[in-house]
């Protein structure tokens, strides 16, 4: 994770950042927006997607199963903070601001996720997921998910409460933020296996 000098000595807007990613140059990377200051993030590495999708993919079949709010992924970006600027962008989140494809902000929002989920990566420093975690803590989003994949654990976070952590044989809840949603922590770190052998032909 480093800080990006750009051509403007004044820090960027959520407006501009947002012109500046899609530049050509930038298309190709990932990165948030932190107090104006443009922070370059390493790609994710394989466990880290595996993680990420089945978390999106439990998440989604509760939305679609009870008919209201939608998951974001690929670290779709939100607008946490004014002047100066934060944008980040959570692994995977669950709104309920749209009832419909067509009411969904084209570029970045600034209406929080009531979920974030950030799968850490090994070269995820501490003190950098913590400030990340506080800064969607500040900003309105009522839960976080923070999924450990070397020790299989989640941390779960919410405003004015201590920090939980829950693991692998324990059961993880959408607790108030998404009442009825629940799943074993296993389940985030999932795999089926290698498909079976084909079925050898007798000889003739």
């Not at 079949?61 to 970006?77: E, K």
């Not at 009411?103 to 009531?114: I, R, S, T």
Request: glycine share 8%; charged share 25%; net charge negative.
């Amino acid at each position: 994770m480093s800080v990006i000098a750009t051509a403007s000595k004044t820090l960027m807007t959520a407006e501009e950042f947002g012109d500046w990613v899609c530049l050509p140059e930038n298309v190709n990377g990932f990165f948030e927006l932190v107090r104006g200051e443009v922070i370059e993030l390493p790609p994710p590495m394989k466990i880290h997607g595996v993680v990420a999708w089945h978390a999106s993919r439990l998440l989604g079949n509760f939305c679609i199963a009870r008919n209201c709010g939608y998951i974001t992924t690929n670290d779709s970006g939100v607008i946490l903070e004014r002047d100066p600027d934060t944008v980040r962008g959570p692994d995977v989140a669950v709104y309920e601001d749209a009832g419909s494809f067509d009411e969904l902000h084209p570029k970045y929002d600034e209406v929080p996720p009531v979920l974030a989920v950030e799968v850490l990566s090994p070269n995820d420093r501490p003190n950098k997921v913590v400030r990340k975690i506080g800064d969607y803590l500040r900003n309105g989003v009522k839960l976080v998910w923070l999924i450990d994949p070397d020790d299989r654990t989640v941390t779960v976070f919410a405003p004015d409460r201590t920090q939980v952590t829950v693991g692998p044989d324990d059961e993880l809840s959408g607790e108030a933020v998404l009442p009825g949603f629940a799943c074993r922590v296993a389940d985030l770190f999932f795999v089926p296996g290698p498909p079976p052998k084909p079925t050898e032909l007798p000889s003739a």
